[in-house]
């Protein structure tokens, strides 16, 4: 199973990007497709997902960023508007079989079963 994210790279703040997450030998259209961000010093924290059952967001990131899929291309994709410098960060996908937590985190690392190699985001001030 390989998931290779793409997509990254320089942006001024307020611009846009759009990430993207291709499954290979895999087929990813039962389970989750969840984006995570590392950035310098930083853990590693949860930013959207995806699922069957709905889109799932990081306060940070509600109303900025929009997790889709494209299930025929294997595909997920991150719409992030708005940057803002915050946003820089190493970016990850991910995929995973468990439902969200409800409490407010959605997910954590450990519930992730495939990551993929990440895509660095930089938002210039």
């Known amino acids: 199973v390989q998931l290779q994210a793409s997509g990254g790279g320089l942006v001024q703040a307020g611009g846009s990007l759009r990430l993207s997450c291709v499954a290979s030998?895999?087929?990813?259209?039962?389970?989750?497709v969840a984006w995570f961000r590392q950035a310098p010093g930083m853990e590693r924290e949860f930013v959207a997902a995806?699922?069957?059952?709905?889109?799932y967001y990081a306060d940070s990131v509600k109303g900025r960023f929009t997790a889709s899929r494209d299930n025929a291309k294997n595909t997920g994709y991150l719409q992030m508007n708005s940057l803002e410098p915050e946003d820089t960060a190493v970016y990850y996908c991910a995929t995973t079989t468990q439902p969200p937590n409800y409490d407010g985190s959605y997910y954590e690392e450990y519930d992730m079963d495939y990551w993929g190699k990440g895509t660095q985001v930089t938002v210039s001030s």
């Open positions: 995806i699922r069957w059952s709905g889109t």
């Open positions: 030998s895999y087929t990813f259209s039962r389970d989750g």
